[in-house]
């Protein structure tokens, strides 16, 4: 699944590529992805602009000239591809937003749990965004996240990954963080001590940063909107090493089951 930096990546991107763009069209083949329902979105869609794109955790926010909002999220194999009007078809094309400027916004899903949702307002979208955690990066501070490490026994890495708790960290960079941070992903977290719970606050920051760096990893169906994959994946800890060297140690990595999640780590240098 996309993470905060794979879909911050696509934020930036379509910032350059469709802001501006007035919005033609709306085609679907895969009317269930669109919310409330296509008749309605595109009703309310159709001659307006696109003023700004935001996220927040894993969700794009696309503003319109006529202050309704866009939300899309991409769940486990979504992808935003800007196209030239006429291009040929990508792969699993599902929504097609016609632009001005003979451009093209392609919503692309393999398994189709992603989805696109007409928001009426400010409001609409603040009630969604309620559910979610502070960010690393933004409003998370170490305080903050010491308060919410001490709130539970549940494994760190399991709470880490928890959107209603904190906003934006998955598997990967869960994984990568607490390799960081010298911490064992099953370890309770209001186990972790105060210097262990400062060195995660900074790791976290420092793989998310790494992996916007990277423009995201394309281990599996990421792509930014270009249709180019990141290099995040190259730069991995320990996620997806499973069997390879440890880069602290002569250990080699292991992966064990956490939550339902494959879960990498070192037991060398992560010890329960
Ligand atoms: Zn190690």
């Given at each position: 699944m996309p993470e905060l930096p794979e879909v911050e990546t696509i934020r930036k991107d379509l910032t350059k590529l469709i802001v501006g763009k007035k919005i033609l069209d709306i085609e679907t083949d895969s009317v269930k992805q669109i919310k409330p329902s296509l008749g309605v979105v595109k009703k309310e869609i159709i001659g307006a602009s696109i003023r700004k794109i935001e996220r927040r955790a894993k969700l794009l926010q696309i503003f319109l000239s006529s202050g309704k909002i866009l939300v899309i999220h991409?769940?486990?194999?979504?992808?935003?591809?800007?196209?030239?009007?006429?291009?040929?078809?990508?792969?699993?094309?599902?929504?097609?937003?016609?632009?001005?400027?003979?451009?093209?916004?392609?919503?692309?899903?393999?398994?189709?749990?992603?989805?696109?949702?007409?928001?009426?307002?400010?409001?609409?979208?603040?009630?969604?965004?309620?559910?979610?955690?502070?960010?690393?990066?933004?409003?998370?501070?170490?305080?903050?996240?010491?308060?919410?490490?001490?709130?539970?026994?549940?494994?760190?890495?399991?709470?880490?990954?928890?959107?209603?708790?904190?906003?934006?960290?998955?598997?990967?960079?869960?994984?990568?963080?607490?390799?960081?941070?010298?911490?064992?992903?099953?370890?309770?977290?209001?186990?972790?001590?105060?210097?262990?719970?400062?060195?995660?606050?900074?790791?976290?920051?420092?793989?998310?940063?790494?992996?916007?760096?990277?423009?995201?990893?394309?281990?599996?169906?990421?792509?930014?909107?270009?249709?180019?994959?990141?290099?995040?994946q190259d730069h991995f800890l320990v996620y997806g090493r499973a069997g390879k060297k440890c880069f602290g140690c002569e250990g080699k990595i292991e992966k064990i089951r956490l939550g339902g999640r494959g879960t990498y780590y070192c037991p060398k240098c992560q010890k329960q």
């Open positions: 991409l769940k486990l194999t979504g992808r935003l591809l800007v196209r030239k009007k006429g291009a040929i078809r990508d792969k699993w094309q599902h929504v097609t937003l016609m632009l001005s400027g003979d451009k093209e916004l392609r919503f692309t899903d393999l398994r189709k749990f992603g989805w696109v949702k007409l928001l009426q307002d400010k409001k609409e979208l603040e009630k969604i965004l309620a559910e979610f955690g502070p960010e690393p990066l933004d409003d998370l501070s170490l305080k903050e996240f010491k308060a919410i490490t001490a709130s539970t026994s549940r494994a760190i890495k399991v709470l880490l990954m928890d959107q209603k708790k904190i906003s934006g960290i998955g598997n990967i960079y869960a994984c990568d963080a607490l390799f960081l941070a010298k911490i064992h992903p099953g370890r309770k977290a209001n186990d972790l001590k105060e210097d262990e719970i400062k060195k995660l606050f900074r790791a976290i920051e420092k793989v998310l940063k790494a992996g916007i760096k990277y423009r995201g990893a394309s281990d599996q169906y990421y792509l930014d909107a270009l249709g180019h994959k990141g290099s995040y």
